[in-house]
């Protein structure tokens, strides 16, 4: 079986899952009690070693290292931003995220420099958890996985799906594809170094803050900054 057969298998398990996971109380995190652990063995490995080298590269690459690593993954993101555009029926979005990736690959040295935003063209920003919510395939158990972070599983299978079917895959060379994947992992990390100092300053429970806030955030996402009226699952 193919790794993109493989992806779609994972698809239908995650669509079973999302139908049937559902339990008294707070049907949208059934396996809090094994997430609270997975938050808790992430905190020191997030402390100690992810957010120092996500510092180290704010504080020492020189900004034009880093903006070229954040555009090369972005191009990357306005890809699958149009695809998804296309798969919901948003041809507008899906129309500037293609003319954004043909100008930033033909003219911004294979997306490295950001030729359209500097031009006026806006980023969709779809991904694939988005179209599965705007099909309606609902969101499934909330998950916490160790240096990923929150995630459910209709997303979780959505961002697999992005990273299998990446450009990045294609690489042949094995050490030049591990470092593009080590330095875009890295710049993502960076740029969640403000939302980490506003986890550490919450009042509230830091687990409970982070799932509440990242449930909140993809539904305004999957509604396209509309969503339904919210239900008191608490």
Do not use: C, H
């Given at each position: 079986m193919t790794t993109r057969a493989h992806?779609?298998?994972?698809?239908g398990?995650?669509?079973l899952l999302s139908a049937c996971a559902s339990t008294p109380g707070r049907p949208y995190d059934p396996f809090e009690a094994s997430n609270?652990?997975?938050y808790a063995i992430n905190d020191p490995l997030d402390r100690y070693f992810a957010k120092p080298i996500a510092q180290a590269w704010v504080d020492y690459m020189p900004d034009v290292v880093q903006m070229a690593v954040r555009n090369y993954v972005n191009n990357i993101d306005d890809l699958f931003s149009g695809v998804n555009g296309l798969l919901q029926g948003k041809l507008d979005k899906a129309g500037n995220d293609f003319g954004r990736v043909?100008?930033?690959?033909?003219?911004?040295l294979a997306g490295l420099i950001d030729i359209a935003s500097d031009a006026g063209i806006p980023r969709g920003n779809e991904d694939f958890g988005q179209t599965f919510g705007y099909w309606g395939i609902p969101q499934g158990p909330y998950l916490f996985i160790p240096l990923w972070g929150p995630t459910t599983v209709r997303d979780g299978t959505g961002s697999i799906m992005r990273?299998?079917?990446s450009p990045t895959t294609?690489?042949?060379d094995v050490a030049v594809r591990n470092v593009i994947y080590g330095l875009g992992a890295i710049d993502l990390r960076?740029?969640?170094?403000?939302a980490t100092s506003l986890i550490e300053q919450a009042s509230l429970d830091p687990y409970t803050f982070v799932r509440?806030?990242?449930?909140?955030?993809?539904?305004?996402?999957?509604?396209?900054?509309?969503?339904p009226p919210e239900k008191d699952e608490d």
């Open positions: 992806t779609v298998v994972a698809l398990i995650a669509v609270r652990v997975m043909l100008i930033n690959s033909g003219f911004g990273l299998v079917w294609e690489i042949p960076a740029g969640a170094l403000e509440r806030s990242y449930l909140q955030r993809r539904e305004y996402q999957v509604y396209d900054g509309k969503p």
